[in-house]
């Protein structure tokens, strides 16, 4: 198996991972967390995957069979806390008692299942909107033994330098219609679409989700800006008007749109100076 994290992406990497904040961990959330799952994160304490799916056997809002994971949340002490962020985003979105997010962004959830047992759960996947809950794995270390890179079973998205002129107009029309009809899961998801074609449409989907009214597409486009502020993404926009975008969401009245501003203002900050 290739090795399952990203090395040159420091999305989501949190500070390396000590025992005193697995146990730290484990007892605030009540549970013992897979062996598995505590040595991949002492390789590294969260961040994107050199995998981006796992198989499914049942039709998913992602696709007919497979659910999109690229990247597992680690054990934070600072203001990024990842799984330990699992009770109040629980109550944030409406979903089951006595599990724990490893992965997700709001409508969709990767999560370990604790509501039949406190240690080697099952892994499963929820979908908020679609109401639809499956199970992924019966314990984590199959998870993550199943994960795959699905471009390799699937014809890979069309290239930036391969898009014709129409096409390149098809997408633009088709974020106009989304921004203007869609939900902000429509939204989002066109946004990871848009994200493996040029610059340009990426730059101009980021304007358009700017714009628009709901804090929930604001938090699902700072899911994307917060990655630019670390480093990620090099070159799709330029510093000064991500700091620009970033100023003007935290002014928002959302809680969960402004800290999450608040925390890329400072990740951006962090690398400009350093």
């Not at 039949?116 to 199959?142: C, G, R, W």
Request: glycine share 6%.
């Amino acid at each position: 198996m290739k090795p399952i994290w990203q090395a040159d992406n420091d999305c989501g990497k949190l500070e390396p991972l000590t025992e005193e904040m697995i146990k730290k961990a484990e007892a605030d959330l009540e549970i013992k967390l897979p062996d598995s799952y505590k040595k991949l994160l002492k390789q590294q304490n969260g961040g994107y995957l050199n995998f981006n799916a796992h198989p499914t056997d049942v039709p998913t809002s992602w696709a007919s069979n497979h659910v999109q994971v690229d990247h597992l949340f680690g054990i934070g002490i600072g203001t990024e806390k990842g799984i330990l962020d699992s009770s109040y985003l629980i109550q944030e979105w409406d979903l089951p008692e006595n599990i724990v997010l490893i992965s997700g962004d709001g409508h969709a959830w990767i999560a370990l299942d604790y509501r039949n047992t406190k240690s080697e759960p099952a892994v499963m996947y929820i979908d908020v909107e679609q109401e639809q809950e499956l199970q992924l794995a019966h314990d984590f270390e199959s998870f993550i033994n199943g994960l795959i890179d699905y471009s390799e079973e699937e014809e890979v998205a069309i290239p930036e330098s391969e898009l014709s002129d129409q096409e390149i107009k098809d997408y633009y029309t088709q974020i106009d219609d989304v921004i203007k009809n869609g939900t902000p899961k429509d939204i989002d998801r066109l946004l990871t679409k848009v994200l493996s074609t040029t610059d340009e449409l990426i730059r101009y989907m980021v304007e358009k989700m700017r714009q628009h009214e709901k804090p929930k597409v604001h938090f699902y486009l700072l899911l994307f800006l917060m990655c630019c502020a670390e480093g990620g993404n090099k070159g799709i926009l330029e510093d000064d008007y991500l700091d620009e975008v970033l100023q003007e969401l935290y002014l928002s009245k959302n809680k969960d749109v402004k800290e999450l501003a608040q925390y890329s203002l400072e990740q951006l900050q962090s690398r400009l100076h350093t």
